[in-house]
């Protein structure tokens, strides 16, 4: 054990792992009173931040121990029996499975949430020394590949291998390429290389194998990966890829893993938030209150990606139009203008309450079709409005809120 932890890069907990994690990219306040150009190329730096979460730290030692498991079983006499069996299997002969193993698990959540760059970071520090040497042989620390869109097996063995070929300098792909594979004989080469050269394999998108007739063959491919060459197989993708291994025994034992959904409002949205504001690049600093808090959660249902996109396009259109401020108006603007598409998924709501079932309206038509506009927002956009002396009925029109004069 001790000279295995010796080949592993150093794991690390606490505030460590989250200096590790976190990326905070330099800002000067004197940005706010350069020139429009400089600004808006500076606050491209929004994109780069990442802050640490309970999701990335478990994702991290998530990702560590499944590469410390696969090690260990590299430098077992297993191994060394596994790999001969290998061998009859690329000859296409008969051959068993020696090394065994259940390494496989999976991270899903929603787009956008930060699953993806959660697992990227991760991986840098894993990877801090991404060819491990074992002695007699190279050990690449984690090589990450993607899904097939059309779910091709053959694809997605031969994608295993020119990765392996790029970190390790070898010929893998070239020769199997020659010799004009069946994909029970690329089965037994990419066993071969992940039993002598890969500790964890990440398959991302995995999602991409829901819709398609070849998905399970896909997974039964990764799992007889995992019986015949010890390697840890990680797959990341959304929600939907959860139904898929919910269809059957063999495919939910895959399944078991980690499992995310959006930010709830709490501290740790707050947070979040508040980090990203710092960085400002119009030329008035913002009012980072509680009403902008919770409008920033109703907008995003808590999405990470969203929240930052909020942020970037609300400064970009505050700084072309002259605007020079980031508050909920200037939000509004962003949310109206830049993220339409993303509306039937971001209906606004409350952080607070939740919905209450409402009465048969006695209001006339015009008004009864809008009816479930958000009465939270309503009292957001009202408060601004006087906040900065706006005219609230102006105000309501511009945030698409329904106004009827009625004649008395």
């Known amino acids: 054990m001790n000279d295995v932890l010796k080949t592993m890069p150093e794991m690390i907990m606490g505030q460590a792992l989250d200096n590790k994690l976190c990326i905070l990219p330099e800002y000067d306040e004197t940005i706010r009173q350069k020139s429009i150009p400089e600004r808006l190329i500076a606050l491209q730096d929004i994109y780069q931040i990442f802050i640490p979460n309970k999701m990335s730290r478990e994702i991290y030692s998530k990702l560590y121990l499944s590469l410390l498991r696969s090690i260990q079983k590299k430098q077992s006499i297993f191994a060394v029996r596994q790999y001969h069996e290998n061998s009859k299997m690329i000859r296409q002969k008969s051959y068993e499975s020696i090394i065994g193993g259940s390494d496989s698990f999976t991270i899903i959540g929603p787009s956008g949430i930060g699953k993806s760059s959660a697992v990227s970071r991760a991986i840098n520090i894993l990877t801090e020394v991404p060819v491990l040497n074992l002695g007699n042989t190279n050990v690449i620390a984690c090589l990450q590949v993607q899904a097939p869109a059309d779910s091709s097996v053959k694809g997605l063995l031969l994608e295993i291998l020119r990765k392996a070929d790029e970190m390790l300098q070898t010929n893998y792909h070239q020769n199997a390429m020659k010799s004009h594979p069946t994909v029970d004989m690329l089965i037994g080469t990419v066993a071969q290389v992940s039993l002598?050269?890969?500790?964890?394999?990440i398959v991302d998108e995995i999602q991409n194998v829901v819709n398609s007739k070849n998905g399970k063959t896909v997974i039964g491919t990764l799992t007889q990966l995992i019986n015949n060459s010890g390697v840890s197989i990680c797959m990341v993708g959304t929600p939907e890829s959860t139904v898929f291994f919910d269809q059957a025994m063999m495919l939910a034992r895959r399944s078991l893993g980690l499992n995310y959904t959006m930010m709830e409002y709490g501290e740790e949205f707050r947070q979040f938030c508040k980090v990203l504001l710092e960085y400002c690049y119009v030329q008035n600093l913002p009012q980072v209150d509680e009403p902008m808090l919770m409008w920033l959660y109703n907008h995003?249902?808590?999405?990470?990606?969203v929240v930052v996109g909020l942020i970037h396009d609300a400064q970009e259109i505050a700084i072309l139009e002259g605007l020079e401020r980031l508050d909920i108006s200037t939000l509004n603007i962003a949310f109206e203008k830049r993220m339409t598409m993303l509306h039937d998924f971001l209906t606004p709501k409350s952080a607070k309450t939740n919905p209450v079932k409402?009465?048969?309206?006695?209001?006339?038509?015009?008004?009864?079709?809008?009816?479930?506009?958000?009465?939270?927002?309503?009292?957001?956009?009202?408060?601004?409005?006087?906040?900065?002396?706006?005219?609230?009925?102006?105000?309501?029109?511009?945030?698409?809120i329904p106004i009827v004069e009625v004649a008395i």
């Open 358 to 400: 409402k009465k048969k309206s006695e209001l006339p038509d015009i008004v009864e079709e809008h009816c479930a506009a958000d009465l939270v927002s309503i009292y957001q956009v009202s408060m601004n409005a006087k906040e900065f002396q706006n005219d609230i009925l102006e105000e309501l029109k511009r945030n698409g």
């Open 196 to 201: 002598n050269h890969i500790g964890l394999l």
């Open 300 to 305: 995003s249902s808590g999405n990470a990606s």
